[in-house]
């Protein structure tokens, strides 16, 4: 067998002193190549001036640079001699070759050229790369008997799990769109492999994502054409999550986010529970608040495997539309209190007010809430608070839609003037000046706007208040509104379960 | 509504969904020329990106052009709007709690609650006046669409939630009324003449299914009868519909558990249902049917259409017809009077001795009324056997 398996030494296959504690010669490069078109690509690469920053560590076990591609940032590229026989190329390019074009030419540039190094150390997530690699071998050479590292704490760890979930999805998405026929059994199958895997990445908001993802490859009764669609809305949703997760992990603030709209997305990006005392600290927290509740509703959540019981309340106060909320997990259901509806006004002296958007999540200590007795002023109340400009709400509600991790619904109560059919099929809601929102289901199996339909015939008259979730169709992309509840200074009904 | 137009997230969409290393991306990357302006990064990147680096600025792009969708998203619709008509009266009554024991399970694998507990839930709630919640309504409406004859549950939300609604219900009811199911069983109790009305209404969806009238009206009183079987009863709102019964069911047995039924009510369809008995009887074809002349004596003791219904059935082509006409008129008070000559007529010719000697002890019977003496003897055996 040829000693270079890739073509014959050259002139530069010299060893040069350098402060790297391992000699690289251009030749040696190159029998790393998977193929001689990654090689010329990566001669390219590093003849042109697309590696930024090269860098040695001080140990001499690494070299770092960053590199121009085609991805809206430079891509971290490092070469890690912690084993100087085996040294481990990595990359984020989107490329799936293995070492890729990116790795390849920074060992060429430093075969080439040294002096271009400086000194840089690697980030820390690539010396847990190595440090796990390290442990992992170990293992494997010593068993049981592997010397103990240091323990991390849970954070640490959490940490660690967070960025190599976010690397998976990463690879996952490129591996979506390179390979392309994402609802094929054999891709489904790998895809809730991978889903399963990221069931410790604390990573929820990327998970319930690739789960909707599964669900959507095997849901019935819906088109090609819409399957796909949704298919490329949830993976450009992934995509997004995967941005702010690796933002939000660095402690990087997003250049078109507020800090109220990080805390309010960072507990499902990251899985990051908020405790009362943080809440509190940082402002999230009210006091003396009256509370009505207008709608109660339980939705089971296949994507996050949870039952999700909803009180909406309205702030007799101030007129906003809160939410009481259990997450309760599919397996593990009866630990979890269920959330207790309310038929009567309640008052509670402090509750946290989570971040959010526009309809947002209180909870208060159990036992802080004094429960009213059945009161029509509340009724009245609650009525006399309900929003009348239907552009306003709306405007409000696409003002939230500028955010790409915002929820794409929101909650209003609003006054209906008139509440009517268009055709046999539209049922619409309009306010005083005309403005129109088409009203609509979420559930296949129950239907809201058919309840809305029959307290119309009963309350139509009265300009009743509606209590409505705005959300988007995905596939027609038009605002609609779930009806939740109708309410006249004398009458409520309740219009979903 | 429809789907909004928008060639470049379908150009992006049609690319991600054939996977871009299907080969080279040069069709892409000659529409993501005409992106917008948000876009015009990505979109330059995509443009001069090579084959295996194109999934980046392509999943960006994609990321970019559905919120760019989302900016776009439009409230509003257009067109004529007719006011929901004024009407119905409608509560929410029931406390969470109660609700969801009667609300379907609809997560996998979830532990269903047990029909006896939704059926005294049903019970408790239609005595304490919260069954009728909105909420609750299109559960109940699926109840009664269950096709399955032993479901109980559906059988209390016939029984006892759906009628706790009362008449104003009924238009909801309607497009699933058919003769033999808990629609039926429901709409019945709230009001069977509306319900009857309805059913025997020829609409044109009736008449593209060819559903006639016959077959409904014999699927209706079935269900009425099956439900008076199971612990029901069978009351003076149901005779329209037996009434119908008599005039189109064509079987003997079924018109035979038909007048047996109304004899069964006494008073109550004497009045009404004897007409239609007596029409029935005498016109059911060829000969007349002697199922119905018990029950029609029943109700009609003292009725003189029933008598002369006798009195000419003992002249019918069929014997047992003759033979139950002579023995029941015996059975009649005064007007079976009106029948001697032709009994005396039968008692003397008729090709049968059985309906002869019939015949002729009812003959007796009937003078005996009137003059105790003179009566001829006869073979009581032979009346014994008639009987």
Redesign the interface.
């Known amino acids: 067998m040829s000693p270079y398996p890739q073509g014959p030494k050259r002139d530069t296959d010299t060893e040069t002193p350098m402060p790297l504690n391992v000699p690289i010669t251009e030749d040696m490069v190159r029998r790393l190549a998977p193929d001689d078109a990654t090689w010329t690509?990566a001669e390219e690469i590093a003849t042109s001036d697309r590696l930024l920053q090269p860098g040695v560590s001080a140990d001499g076990t690494w070299l770092v640079a960053d590199a121009k591609?085609?991805?809206?940032e430079p891509y971290h590229v490092s070469a890690d001699f912690v084993d100087p026989n085996s040294p481990v190329l990595r990359s984020n390019?989107?490329?799936?070759?293995t070492p890729d074009?990116y790795g390849l030419a920074l060992l060429l540039k430093y075969a080439r050229q040294p002096d271009a190094f400086g000194p840089r150390e690697p980030g820390d997530d690539l010396l847990a790369k190595r440090e796990k690699k390290v442990a992992a071998e170990e293992r494997k050479k010593f068993g049981p008997g592997a010397p103990r590292r240091e323990k991390k704490s849970a954070a640490d760890k959490q940490i660690a799990a967070q960025r190599d979930g976010l690397e998976v999805l990463d690879r996952l998405?490129?591996d979506?769109?390179?390979?392309?026929?994402?609802f094929e059994e054999g891709r489904v199958e790998k895809l809730e492999r991978q889903a399963k895997s990221l069931g410790d990445a604390h990573l929820p908001a990327a998970t319930h994502s690739l789960r909707k993802l599964l669900l959507l490859a095997k849901q019935k009764g819906i088109g090609d054409e819409d399957r796909?669609?949704l298919?490329?809305?949830l993976?450009?949703?992934l995509?997004?999550i995967v941005q702010r997760g690796r933002a939000y992990l660095e402690g990087r603030l997003p250049p078109d986010e507020t800090e109220a709209e990080a805390d309010a997305l960072i507990e499902d990006v990251l899985g990051r529970p908020w405790q009362s005392s943080e809440l509190k600290d940082k402002g999230y927290w009210r006091a003396g608040l009256t509370l009505f509740e207008l709608a109660?509703e339980?939705t089971?959540d296949?994507s996050r495997q949870q039952?999700i019981e909803i009180s909406n309340l309205i702030d007799l106060n101030s007129g906003e539309i809160l939410q009481a909320i259990a997450y309760r997990p599919?397996k593990g259901l009866n630990p979890i209190p269920e959330q207790p509806?309310y038929?009567t006004p309640l008052t509670v002296a402090e509750a946290a007010i989570y971040p959010g958007f526009i309809t947002r999540r209180v909870e208060w200590e159990k036992g802080a809430e004094t429960i009213g007795r059945p009161s029509p002023a509340a009724l009245d109340k609650a009525y006399g608070l309900a929003k009348t400009d239907?552009a306003a709400v709306?405007q409000q509600f696409?003002e939230q839609?500028?955010h790409?991790l915002a929820p794409?619904d929101a909650d209003f109560l609003i006054r209906a003037e008139?509440?009517?059919?268009?055709?046999d099929r539209?049922v619409?809601l309009?306010d005083a000046t005309g403005?129109?929102?088409?009203a609509a289901d979420r559930r296949k199996?129950?239907?809201n706007v058919?309840?809305l339909?029959?307290?119309?015939?009963?309350l139509?008259?009265e300009r009743p208040a509606v209590l409505v979730r705005?959300f988007?169709?995905p596939?027609?992309?038009?605002?609609?509104a779930l009806p939740l509840a109708a309410l006249t200074p004398k009458h409520?009904?309740?219009?979903?379960? | 509504?429809?789907?909004?137009k928008d060639p470049l997230l379908e150009a992006?969409?049609a690319?991600?969904?054939?996977?871009?290393?299907?080969g080279p991306a040069t069709e892409l990357k000659g529409k993501v020329a005409t992106a917008p302006s948000e876009l015009a990064?990505?979109a330059g990147?995509?443009r001069?990106?090579?084959d295996?680096?194109?999934?980046?600025?392509?999943?960006?792009l994609?990321?970019g052009?559905?919120?760019a969708?989302?900016?776009?998203?439009?409230?509003?619709?257009?067109?004529?709007?007719?006011?929901?008509?004024?009407?119905?009266?409608?509560?929410?009554p029931m406390?969470?709690?109660n609700?969801?024991l009667l609300?379907p399970e609809?997560?996998?694998f979830a532990k269903k609650v047990k029909p006896e507990v939704q059926i005294e839930a049903i019970e408790s709630a239609t005595r304490l006046g919260t069954a009728t919640d909105?909420?609750l309504?299109?559960i109940y409406l699926k109840h009664l669409e269950e096709k399955k004859e032993d479901a109980a549950v559906a059988d209390a939300v016939a029984q006892h939630a759906i009628p706790a609604f009362g008449p104003p219900i009924l238009p909801e009811l309607w497009p699933s009324l058919g003769p033999d199911n808990r629609t039926f069983s429901a709409a019945s109790k709230i009001d069977i003449q509306a319900t009857l009305k309805r059913l025997t209404e020829k609409t044109p969806e009736k008449k593209a299914k060819g559903a006639d009238k016959q077959s409904q009206v014999t699927k209706a009183v079935e269900k009425i009868l099956e439900d008076a079987a199971e612990g029901g009863r069978v009351g003076p709102e149901s005779l329209p519909i037996l009434k119908l019964a008599l005039k189109y069911a064509p079987e003997p047995s079924f018109r035979r558990k038909v007048a047996e039924t109304l004899a069964g009510m006494g008073a109550a369809a004497a009045g009404e249902a004897l007409p239609d008995l007596v029409d029935a009887f005498e016109r059911t074809g060829f000969t007349r049917d002697y199922n119905l002349i018990r029950p029609m004596v029943v109700l009609g003791k003292e009725s003189t259409d029933v008598a002369d219904a006798l009195i000419r059935a003992l002249e019918d082509r069929d014997s047992t017809v003759r033979l139950m006409a002579a023995f029941n008129i015996g059975q009649m008070g005064e007007p079976a009077m009106k029948g001697l000559d032709t009994l005396e007529d039968v008692a003397e010719r008729d090709p049968e001795p059985k309906v002869r000697d019939t015949a002729l002890k009812t003959l007796n019977k009937l003078r005996a009324r009137l003059e105790p003496v003179g009566v001829v003897p006869v073979d009581d055996a032979s009346i014994a056997e008639t009987e």
């Open positions: 690509k591609g085609s991805g809206k390019s989107p490329s799936r070759q074009k998405l490129v979506l769109v390179g390979g392309g026929h994402w796909q669609f298919g490329a809305e993976i450009a949703q995509w997004a109660y339980r089971d296949d039952r599919y509806s038929t239907f709306v696409r839609l500028r790409p794409h008139h509440i009517g059919k268009i055709g539209q619409v309009e403005n129109r929102i088409e199996d129950y239907s058919g309840n339909v029959r307290a119309a015939a009963m139509g008259r705005l988007v169709q596939v027609t992309n038009a605002i609609v409520h009904l309740r219009l979903g379960l | 509504m429809a789907k909004e992006l969409i690319a991600a969904a054939a996977g871009v290393d299907a990064d990505a990147r995509l001069a990106a090579e295996d680096e194109a999934p980046a600025p392509l999943l960006e994609l990321a052009a559905f919120h969708r989302l900016q776009r998203a439009e409230a509003g619709v257009k067109g004529n709007l007719e006011v929901v008509a004024e009407g119905g009266h409608w509560s929410t406390s969470a709690e609700l969801y609300v609809t997560r996998p909105l909420r309504l299109q």
